[in-house]
């Protein structure tokens, strides 16, 4: 199958880390990626994570990849008002000649003061 | 260096009637794929076009289509709109590398079917 999961909402307060978590089913996916989708905007690749890794830092982003159990995790340190978006993962396979993704229903973060 | 550009940005259609979107991927990208956003379908595979041609495609009907020209803008077509395609379509392109192949999505047009 290539059903992608994430949990529906998330509310964290400023300041605060948030954690969103993904579960994915398909082993063989080669790249898994976080996406930011802000209001009435298109998506804006946040940061990804090759498929042998466990994890990644990028400033304030962290991916967390456990490939045994298909589950993904982004978290976000001192989360900002700015930060307030729906986020997608996604994994990639390829097919055709070319990589195709699948995303998950996306989180509705929401940051609160 | 210009994004991805997709025109127009919002369009008003009546069911029954078809509709032609466009995307203009970034200079030098070859490959351009498109999703469909629905709040009840989330994020749905289209198609994706490469040197012109279809390459993958997504659990769509027939009323979806899609072409790539030489300058790799690309173009899909809905014909027969339904209700059920008033949607966000987003325009993706990429360089079309093997293994991490980053997508950069345009704005989308924003349809509803009336």
């Known amino acids: 199958g290539e059903d992608v999961e994430q949990s529906l909402f998330l509310s964290v307060r400023e300041g605060d880390s948030s954690v969103i978590n993904c579960t994915y089913t398909d082993s063989s996916s080669t790249y898994l990626y976080w996406y930011k989708q802000e209001p009435g905007a298109g998506l804006q690749l946040l940061t990804y994570?090759?498929?042998?890794?466990d994890m990644k830092q990028d400033q304030r982003l962290t991916v967390l990849l456990n490939k045994k159990d298909k589950h993904l995790s982004l978290r976000i340190a001192d989360t900002q008002t700015g930060d307030s978006a729906i986020y997608f993962c996604?994994?990639?396979?390829?097919?055709?000649?070319?990589?195709?993704?699948?995303f998950g229903t996306g989180t509705q973060l929401k940051v609160e003061l | 260096k210009a994004g991805v550009t997709q025109t127009p940005r919002y369009l008003i259609k009546t069911r029954g009637q078809q509709v032609t979107l466009s995307c203009s991927p970034i200079s030098g990208h070859r490959s351009v794929s498109w999703y469909q956003q629905t709040p009840g379908q989330g994020l749905q595979f289209l198609f994706e076009?490469?040197?012109?041609?279809?390459?993958n495609k997504g659990n769509f009907p027939g009323r979806f289509s899609g072409r790539q020209f030489s300058n790799s803008r690309s173009e899909m077509n809905v014909s027969t709109l339904e209700l059920g395609d008033s949607a966000l379509y987003l325009c993706?392109?990429?360089?079309?590398?093997?293994?991490?192949?980053?997508?950069?999505f345009g704005p989308g047009t924003r349809l509803t079917v009336l």
């Open positions: 994570i090759f498929s042998n890794m």
């Open positions: 993706a392109s990429s360089l079309n590398q093997r293994g991490h192949n980053e997508q950069f």
């Open positions: 996604a994994e990639s396979r390829l097919t055709g000649g070319g990589n195709k993704l699948t």
């Open positions: 076009y490469f040197s012109e041609t279809q390459r």
